[in-house]
């Protein structure tokens, strides 16, 4: 545990322990004893500089939207404490994948999948008109206002489960969130919600992360990953059984070229991996759980989500105004509440 001035900040518990240090929650009596989640950062060199990169994220954030109407996570303050690098934050809840892990991978409603994912292109499109890429988008990296549920009975498959009461959501995790000027690395984004430009090293830009938010959306309404696999060649493969073939054009200019034969994604069938793709992934629209018209919707969106090329993907400023946002007028499921896409939604 880190000593910090009790003056200031009194710990109540720990909220996650990660390689860069740990996140307290804390109450802060500099602001009137308000509870605030507080990231400490270890006395590390690298750690520490990856520290003060976010913290100019953040910064740049909090100038550009003082009143959080984009739904960004909220930097209050950050101080340097015996070398500890300490950025204070409004304290949410529980993320929207650890909410998923407690209710067994039971998905989300079609109604609160709309919800979470307006808010999230919202945020995201705020991020990208401001020139910055997130590069980290994943359901760990949203997360809830307030995770508090209520449990109804499932008549059907005779069980209880948990429904929460408010999709009200905040995008965090700005440590590798890149502005448009800066070095750009070679890989970005966890294994699974990865573009192909940058499994094939074309570079990458805001469009990286559309595609991490269509890997996003299906997780939501389905509970499990669209892309279970660690190995680049594999991913490469379960996208052609999903989407269809890499485009020739990203083949051709790739310098990965080992993954390819004659123009084509070299890639055995008949192989335990093969067969481990084939059983484990089919055509997207064979994933829908309904032929009800909102969910041909949203496939829709997630089909534009999940373009191979870059440049064909779609803008969050077009995936704001996409069918499946009923024309951007939406209530919050289970809340009753109305928002629309140029106020608070998050109110």
Not at 271 to 298: D, F, I, T, W
Request: glycine letters at 6%; one cysteine or more.
């Amino acid at each position: 545990m880190y000593s910090l001035p009790l003056l200031y900040h009194e710990i109540v518990n720990t909220l996650g322990e990660g390689t860069f240090g740990r996140v307290m929650q804390c109450i802060d009596h500099r602001r009137g004893g308000a509870s605030v989640a507080l990231k400490i950062i270890k006395n590390v060199e690298k750690y520490k500089e990856a520290a003060r990169l976010e913290i100019n994220v953040l910064e740049k954030i909090n100038e550009k939207d003082p009143d959080n109407k984009f739904l960004c996570v909220q930097m209050y303050d950050w101080f340097d404490y015996h070398g500890h690098m300490c950025i204070s934050f409004e304290l949410l809840a529980l993320s929207t994948f650890d909410f998923l892990k407690e209710t067994n991978y039971l998905p989300y409603s079609i109604g609160q999948v709309r919800h979470m994912a307006y808010q999230i292109c919202l945020a995201v499109k705020f991020l990208h008109d401001n020139k910055l890429t997130h590069t980290d988008l994943k359901p760990e990296n949203i997360l809830f206002v307030n995770s508090e549920f209520i449990m109804t009975l499932n008549v059907e498959k005779k069980r209880e489960e948990r429904t929460v009461k408010s999709t009200a959501v905040r995008v965090v995790d700005f440590g590798s969130a890149t502005f448009d000027h800066e070095h750009h690395s070679t890989i970005v984004s966890t294994r699974h919600y990865r573009a192909p430009e940058v499994i094939l090293e074309l570079g990458w830009s805001h469009p990286c992360d559309v595609w991490s938010i269509g890997c996003i959306l299906f997780e939501y309404y389905l509970g499990f990953t669209l892309f279970q696999t660690h190995d680049n060649r594999e991913h490469l493969a379960m996208m052609e059984r999903i989407l269809g073939p890499v485009p020739s054009r990203m083949i051709r200019k790739t310098r990965k070229q080992k993954y390819f034969y004659r123009g084509r994604l070299d890639w055995d069938e008949s192989s335990s991996a093969g067969k481990y793709v084939r059983e484990n992934c089919k055509p997207l629209r064979r994933y829908l759980l309904s032929e009800v018209e909102e969910h041909h919707q949203l496939f829709d969106l997630i089909e534009s989500m999940l373009e191979y090329e870059p440049s064909k993907r779609l803008a969050l400023a077009d995936s704001l105004k996409h069918p499946f946002f009923e024309n951007g007028a939406i209530s919050e499921a289970g809340s009753g509440k109305n928002w629309e896409g140029n106020r608070d939604i998050s109110r």
